[in-house]
């Protein structure tokens, strides 16, 4: 009898580890563009590709009466701009919730909410409402009993980090500590949710093709670098980049959290100075993640946590600002045509589609970089300076506010500028006007860009000028 009570239990037990180390494809559905298909067709395609992962950034109600019934799972978001109404009063998430979430659910499996996203870089300082907001919107879970159903959570950009390499030695910044971190964190672990963060390796190869080897950004074979604190050695940037995300926790004693990728991606198209830039890259980096995701293991420090992965994106969004690259993002053109062919799932996999992994990089040094202070591995926005001096970038203020709107939107957000100064009460709030503040984000990216040819546009909002600007007492940054 022992026997037969037994082997069941092994056999349970035999196929839990054959998936654990098995993680999810997700794609990001954004609509920053005037030329897509209709939501029915996009959860049409969302299903022939295999795709049972999709992550939103609003809570459109023609999206998720289209994905009702489709066996897709979904997240939602609170966007930035209600996140201080979000955390001022419960009343104000009841209502979201009556208004965004019951209808849908369960029919729409809402499995997600992500309240607010990247707001670390958000330029309109919504930092301090962010915890409360994720606190009031889960208590409305709560309250209308479906929280054990939706988890909530908030995408962090991987600016969050002071320090990035090697990855042991991974750490927030410290002014995001104790009034963001800790509390989050705590509040994630109480709740049973993950930290959602957006990693791009492409930003930081771009940034220091000197240093990172393209076949290192696109898991390619390479050397590989050895975290020098413990030996781990890492065969790719995003799971180096990952690991930095886990030391960070860890330090504030929270390694226990998981972590989703609510983001990650590599454009088919780019600026002349956007290096790496290609749709032969593009399809290697995803299709080589894909099959890292579903056939591998977890991180070298996480080797049986399963990586739950966003591809960003489903569509090249037409009207999104910023450079060529941010248009380039998709797996498919609006008219539902492939940018690249890569498998979506492990059937794909399978039937043996095979990863364009195109022509080897002449960066070829994979080899740890020399530690520094501000070392180059994952930080994106540390780049050698370049020989052009004396050149600012300033916003036009013949633009419409509404184009200079979202370059600001942009530049302090995903495109990584410092905009901490333009912030309430730092140096260079003042003269709080649109123009100011979009000049000083405008000279940061510029800056970090190392003045590179393009990176002074943004769709016609900006221009360069060689007096140094000025705006009231503020002083703009020549070079980082």
């Known amino acids: 009898m022992a026997t037969f009570t037994i082997l069941p239990s092994l056999l349970i037990l035999l196929s839990s580890l054959s998936v654990a180390y098995s993680g999810s494809i997700g ?12 939501p029915s067709q996009v959860v049409q395609l969302l299903k022939t590709q295999g795709v049972n992962r999709v992550k939103l950034y609003d809570t459109d109600s023609t999206v998720l009466t289209a994905l009702s019934g489709s066996n897709i799972s979904v997240t939602v978001a609170l966007p930035n701009e209600q996140l201080s109404d979000a955390a001022s009063k419960q009343s104000f998430t009841d209502s979201w919730a009556q208004s965004n979430i019951l209808p849908y659910y369960p029919k729409t499996l809402i ?5 607010g996203n990247e707001v670390f870089v958000d330029p309109k300082n919504t930092t301090p409402f962010l915890v409360p907001a994720m606190k009031n919107v889960y208590s409305s879970l709560v ?10 959570s908030s995408p962090l950009a991987l600016t969050a980090l002071q320090n990035s390499y090697p990855s042991s030695s991974g750490s927030f910044k ?3 500590i104790e009034p963001v971190m800790k509390p989050m964190l705590s509040f994630l672990k109480q709740t049973g949710s993950s930290l959602m963060v957006n990693i791009y390796p492409f930003f930081a190869y771009a940034a220091d093709t000197d240093t990172i080897s393209l076949d290192y950004a696109l898991f390619r074979d390479n050397k590989g670098v050895t975290d020098p604190n413990n030996g781990l050695v890492y065969k790719s940037l995003f799971e180096a980049q990952i690991d930095a995300v886990y030391a960070a926790m860890k330090a504030l004693n929270f390694d226990d959290v998981p972590i989703e990728i609510t983001e990650t991606g590599w454009p088919s198209k780019g600026d002349e100075n956007e290096v790496g830039a290609s749709a032969d890259n593009a399809a ?3 299709g080589n993640l894909v099959r890292k995701v579903l056939t591998g293991r977890g991180t070298p420090l996480k080797p049986n946590e399963p990586l739950n992965v966003y591809l960003f994106a489903l569509f090249n969004e037409n009207q999104k600002p910023g450079p060529i690259s941010e248009r380039n993002y998709g797996l498919f053109y609006p ?6 062919d ?3 799932t492990k059937e794909g996999l399978n039937s043996g589609s095979t990863v364009n992994n195109g022509s080897k990089s002449q960066v070829v040094n994979t080899q740890s970089p020399s530690p520094s202070p501000s070392p180059p591995l994952v930080n994106a926005s540390d780049v050698e300076t370049s020989k052009v001096v004396n050149t600012w970038c300033v916003a036009n203020e013949k633009a419409p506010r509404k184009k200079l709107q979202a370059a600001l939107d942009y530049a302090c957000g995903e495109g990584g500028a410092d905009c901490h100064p333009i912030q309430p009460g730092a140096t260079c709030y003042n003269p709080a006007s649109l123009v100011a503040h979009a000049s000083y984000a ?6 970090k860009k190392a003045r590179r040819t393009g990176t002074c546009d943004f769709n016609g909002a900006a221009y360069l000028v060689t007096q140094h600007p000025k705006y009231g007492s503020c002083k703009f940054p020549t070079g980082y």
Request: hydrophobic share 35%; glycine share 4%.
């Open 27 to 38: 794609i990001n559905y954004g609509r920053i563009a005037n030329n897509l298909p209709s």
């Open 111 to 115: 499995e997600s909410i992500a309240v």
């Open 143 to 152: 309250k209308y009993g479906i929280a054990s159903s939706i988890t909530v």
């Open 174 to 176: 410290t002014d995001l």
């Open 284 to 286: 290697a980096y995803n």
């Open 335 to 340: 008219n539902q045509q492939k940018v690249y």
């Open 342 to 344: 890569i498998p979506l």
């Open 442 to 447: 405008f000279n940061s990216y510029y800056q």
